[in-house]
């Protein structure tokens, strides 16, 4: 089927301009990849549909682009369902569908402590207990699908590539429902095998049914494989009539015109900073990383933060290595927090004379040219004050840890009685989600991760450094942020660039009472830390900075299809 009349079948959103969408639709620009963000913005526009038809077309757009990502939800099938009943759009086949895994879903409410147990279960990753856990739970055609809706992210997340497949193959299909487990095979191919094999479970995909998310797989699979041409063709085609998608339009504006890659790196353009406390082994496995890199002239920082394992028998081979006139070596004989860590390698003045600090976690994967990339994408923002990148797990399928961090426009609010306060509410928009392409772009933000960042020196002078009373860490690259941000110095996001993140955050990490009561104390900090007139003046530019950035990257990517020839496209 040529991919021309694919495309004729999905809704389309006339009269839009992305100029008008942020005073319409208050943080449209921040992105729409997380299941909650789209439910909430498909009951706004159902609410508004009757009386604008700009909302009505961009519920139907976005409901069946929300069930088609997440089709196992319930309440995406409810949603889209809603949006049909009130304005028919769909195929035969795709109501069908819908109709018939609601109808399953809704067969069984999973109890919670069980939800909770498997998990537990998922995270502590032991292959048999999970596989005695789907035999139980999948085998009964009546109830497995909500169980299957449960463990299939969590699965997918696993590393275990074979552990999704036995799930699909557990559950007992009805013939009715077939599509649907070649679109979740897919998905699972999708993330599992390399670019040229799973292109072949994509391209079983049923279009009527699954039409622009099967597409967008298939020119992401393209463009990994290397074969741009085609890749782009076919995103630029998809985008044509998903051009109200944000995410999507600013992937195709950064494939139009990618960020530079510095050249080689002076001395005085960069130092690299790392601090660790007794993970010494991850240590050596990220030095090795970064010795693998173009650094150029740059000269390594390392802090000792107070280690008692083998950090200095570490951090000595690596001087070794290195030379120790590019590796130097800071030993405390306590460990003073990140915060404090940070700013002891940053008063260093052999870091005080460079232009840029990149920090590292002492646990990460790099790509060779992961230096220059982040120098280049600083090249075209002169008033940057940090640039960050996507962060992933380390393992295959990189599930997203973070991308970039941005205000939701909305004033702070007071706390109702006995809560406590939520005044900076900062959007996180691809955590815990798998990695599917579209956070692959480019823009300037509020905050960035701080497992991989350039710090833009004159942003410390004019801002500040890392805060103490965030010791040991939590929120501390955020509050950094946030100041570098009221000083006019906005972070960068280099999505195309991903480092990969042996642990979790700690924020992620924090299970026990002692932990979350920490986080929680740090946050309170960060809450009462600004006043209401420095966060509505921090939501508003950070808002207009986004709108400016996507009615941009909006024009690059009508440029870019005007440039290419989609006639010949097909499935």
Known sequence: MPYSDLFRTLPRVPNFRPSDMEARVPGW???????????????????????????????????????????????????????????????????????????????????????????????????????????AKLANSDTGMPWLALVWRDLLLTGKPELGRVALDTFSWPESLLPLKIRLEAEWAFHYLPPEEAIDFVRKIDPAIWNGWRAYLEAELLLRAGEREQGASLLVALWQCMHWHPNLTLKLAELAEPAPVAGPIRREQAAILVYSWNKAD???????????????????????????????????????????????????????????????????????????????????VLPEDWLRRLLGAASLHASAGAVGCRITSARTPYGLQSGDYNLFPTPPQEPAPGELPNRVQVHDNCAGGLDNGLFTYARPCLSVSGCCHLVNMEAVRRAGAFDLRYTPSQFDDLDRDIRSNLASMPSVYAGGLAVRHVQHSSLAKARTVKQIGHVMGNKFKLDTRYSDEELVRLARENSSMLAAHLDRSHGLAQEFARSLDNADIRS
């Open 29 to 135: 620009c921040l992105g729409l990849e997380q299941p909650d963000r789209q439910k909430g913005l498909l009951h706004a526009f159902s609410n508004a549909a009757a009386s604008e038809p700009l909302f009505a077309s961009l519920g139907q757009a976005l409901a069946l682009w929300a069930w088609t990502s997440h089709p196992l939800e319930r309440d995406m099938c409810v949603l889209l369902a809603h949006y049909h009943q009130q304005f028919p759009f769909l195929s035969r086949e795709s109501e069908r569908i819908v109709v018939e895994s609601f109808a399953r879903l809704n067969s069984l409410t999973v109890p919670e402590e069980t939800a909770a147990a498997w998990q537990e279960l998922a995270a502590e990753g032991d292959r048999s207990l999970i596989l005695r856990f789907l035999a």
């Open 282 to 364: 991850l240590l050596a496995d990220t030095l090795e990383s970064l010795a693998q890199g173009d650094l150029g002239e740059a000269r390594i920082f390392a802090l000792d933060n107070g280690s008692d394992d083998h950090t200095p028998t570490v951090l000595a081979t690596a001087r070794d290595r290195f030379g120790a006139d590019r590796f130097h070596v800071e030993t405390l004989p306590i460990n003073v927090g990140a915060p404090a860590a940070r700013n002891w390698l940053l008063s260093l003045p052999q870091v005080r004379e460079c232009q840029w600090a990149a920090f590292l976690d002492d646990d990460v």
